[in-house]
């Protein structure tokens, strides 16, 4: 392992991809430490030092682990690369809407460059929108939940021109963060954005773990760090897990040439949403407690029975009906995404098309139906196991008195889990051509 990672440090074109990354890394990392203009920097450490004693989870608590923690420090990469993330989704799901992108998909590498423009316009007209919202969200003083500090009503000026140089700002830093991941994608080691993700979530581990054992002490630490490793585990095992259904092709003779005869396989994953899913849940979940937010009473006045029951139940991740509607919502989102992302008609026609066929079943409608079969009950387990590992952080928020962004759990680990195997899977390739060994012999 060691004499594999000399060799990469040894050979000049993946050391230096390798160093650019981290060069990239090291620029993202700063910048979600440098503020916004007009943003009150003594006043969000202010609120961040009594937000993390006091456990308190604010509105925006996971958007701000997929950024770093740069969210609620309001800095110039406050908004992450989470309206990239947003933007790609949408334009995926788009495809089932309009023909137009489901064609472009299908077009090959020009297509795909449209769709990316398309994406990178959406990109940026979320990263307004949501900009838009946290500056208001921190000018109304419930960025960080229901802590009353006088310094939280105080983060933002309020003049006009400085709320818009201030959205100005966080869009354009979302633009450079979506410039560095393509940037580590063409000459670095990696898919940028997956990389950038890894970063912000890695880098908000050692705190979440640090708050467990201010809270439980050495003994229930250690008791995480040896269940996150069993997770890490039982992750990595699943993650790679794959039913690979074989596929025949028939031979054909055209003149004097022979064509097909040969076998290969569909792979489907147990998990083939990824973490979708798990980001689809959080976000309709956050939508009724945006809404209480958004609809607290006047001094004086009674809340509403509506929001008084929001609160009650759908706000903080320790309630029971919070944990059981996060959860069906995870299977339900599982079964939707596969059900867009993997068409069985259209792959059976595909092989249909070329002769192919799977062993004992009929090309064309049968084909479909079998495959069809076989996603619906791989998918019922991927989807069970996706809702448990979105549970983690929450039952870490019960009984260890974790934060919301448990890292050994949820959209954390899957992602970090998910990237770090891609990651090293091209390491890896890029040794074998160079030295015929990779980084495990």
Not at 104 to 122: F, I, N, V
Not at 131 to 150: E, H, K, P, Y
Not at 343 to 355: I, R
Request: charged fraction near 10%; include cysteine.
């Amino acid at each position: 392992m060691f004499s594999a990672i000399g060799r990469i440090f040894r050979t000049p074109d993946l050391r230096r991809k390798i160093v650019f990354t981290l060069g990239i890394v090291a620029l993202f990392r700063l910048g979600s430490f440098v503020p916004t203009p007009f943003v009150d920097f003594n006043n969000v450490q202010v609120c961040l030092a009594s937000n993390a004693n006091t456990g308190t989870a604010g509105l925006y608590d996971m958007v701000n682990l997929f950024s770093g923690g740069a969210l609620l420090q309001l800095s110039i990469f406050a908004l992450g690369i989470m309206p990239y993330i947003t933007a790609s989704i949408i334009t995926q799901l788009l495809r089932v809407v309009i023909p137009h992108f489901e064609t472009l998909h299908k077009e090959g590498q020009a297509g795909q460059a449209k769709l990316t423009q398309y994406t990178r316009y959406l990109t940026i007209a979320l990263a307004i929108l949501q900009s838009t919202t946290l500056i208001t969200v921190a000018r109304s003083g419930q960025l960080f939940g229901s802590l009353a500090n006088q310094a939280c009503q105080n983060l933002v000026a309020q003049e006009w021109w400085a709320i818009l140089i201030m959205i100005i700002t966080m869009t354009a830093g979302t633009g450079l963060i979506m410039w560095f991941g393509e940037l580590i994608t063409e000459r670095g080691v990696g898919n940028g954005m997956s990389l950038l993700i890894f970063t912000s979530i890695a880098a908000t581990f050692p705190g979440a773990l640090w708050v467990i054992k201010e809270e439980r002490g050495w003994e229930v630490f250690f008791f995480v760090i040896l269940v996150g490793m069993v997770v890490i585990g039982a992750v990595v095992f699943v993650e790679q897990s794959q039913r690979r259904i074989p596929v025949q092709y028939a031979k054909r003779v055209v003149g004097r040439r022979t064509y097909g005869g040969s076998s290969t396989y569909i792979p489907i994953k147990v998990n083939m949403a990824g973490v979708i899913p798990v980001i689809f849940a959080s976000a309709i979940l956050y939508l009724p407690m945006l809404l209480a937010n958004f609809n607290q009473p006047k001094a004086g006045e009674e809340p509403a029975a509506w929001v008084v029951w929001i609160q009650n139940n759908l706000v903080y991740g320790d309630q029971p009906l919070y944990m059981l509607v996060f959860f069906l919502l995870v299977i339900g989102f599982t079964f939707f995404y596969v059900q867009i992302t993997f068409n069985p008609e259209e792959v059976a026609d595909n092989m249909k098309k070329y002769s192919g066929f799977i062993p004992g079943i009929r090309a064309g409608r049968p084909t479909a139906e079998y495959l069809n079969y076989v996603l619906t009950r791989i998918t019922s387990a991927g989807s069970l196991y996706l809702g448990v590992i979105a549970l983690l952080p929450l039952v870490a928020l019960s009984f260890f008195g974790a934060n919301q962004n448990f890292p050994f759990g949820g959209a954390s680990i899957l992602i970090i889990v998910g990237v770090g195997l891609e990651t090293v899977k091209q390491i890896d390739a890029q040794l074998q051509q160079r030295h015929y060994e990779g980084l495990l012999k």
